[in-house]
C-alpha cells in the first residue's frame, strides 16, 4: 500500500507566502514509494529569475533538475516556492544553479541528481551551467534535456 502520510508538510494544502530568500526557504520531502527502484523524476522550470548581484538587473534561466530518489521524494510545492525565492535574490548564474542542486541533495540524499541551468544572456553572453553528484546507475532511462544552446538571430 503506498504511503501517502502528508501529516509531516507544512505547506501542502496551505496558503504558503513565498521566503524572503532562498537560504530561509523551506524544502519538504514525502517518502517514495518505490525505494529500491531506479527511475528518474525530473524538474522543469522555464522561467526562473533571479536578480544579478552587481546591478539588480534580473536574470532568466530554463533549469532543469533530474534526480533519481531513494528513500525520498522533493515536495514539489515547496520546490516551486524555493525557486520563487531567488527572484528577489542577487547571485552570480554559478552560484545560483549550484545552491538549487546542493540543498536538494542535502535534503533527500538521492541515488543521483544533475541540473542543467541555461541562462538567457547578460551582457550578449549566455551562461549554461551543469553539475552532477556522479555516474548515473546503470541500465536508467535519462533522456537529454532537451533544452537547445541559446541561438540569436542570424
Known amino acids: 500500500m ?10 501542502l494544502g496551505q496558503q504558503t507566502e513565498t521566503a524572503q530568500s532562498p537560504e ?19 524538474f522543469t522550470a522555464p522561467e526562473f529569475t533571479s536578480l544579478c548581484p552587481m546591478t539588480g538587473q534580473p536574470d532568466f534561466a530554463h533549469i532543469v533538475i533530474d534526480y533519481i530518489p531513494g528513500e525520498w521524494l ?20 554559478e552560484d545560483c544553479s549550484i545552491y538549487i542542486a546542493k540543498r536538494i541533495v542535502e535534503l533527500l540524499d538521492p541515488r543521483w541528481l544533475r541540473i ?3 541562462w538567457y544572456p547578460r551582457g550578449g553572453i549566455p551562461i549554461d551551467v551543469f553539475w552532477q553528484t556522479g555516474t548515473p546507475p546503470e541500465g536508467v532511462w535519462l533522456p537529454e534535456q532537451g533544452v537547445a544552446a ?3 538571430r542570424g
Open 2 to 11: 503506498p504511503n501517502t502520510d502528508t501529516s509531516s508538510l507544512s505547506m
Open 24 to 42: 530561509a526557504a523551506v524544502l519538504e520531502k514525502v517518502p517514495s514509494n518505490h525505494a529500491g527502484t531506479d527511475y528518474v523524476v525530473r
Open 74 to 93: 522533493v515536495e514539489s510545492k515547496s520546490l516551486k516556492l524555493f525557486l520563487h525565492s531567488f527572484r528577489n535574490h542577487g547571485a552570480f548564474h
Open 116 to 118: 542543467g541551468a541555461y
Open 150 to 152: 541559446y541561438r540569436g
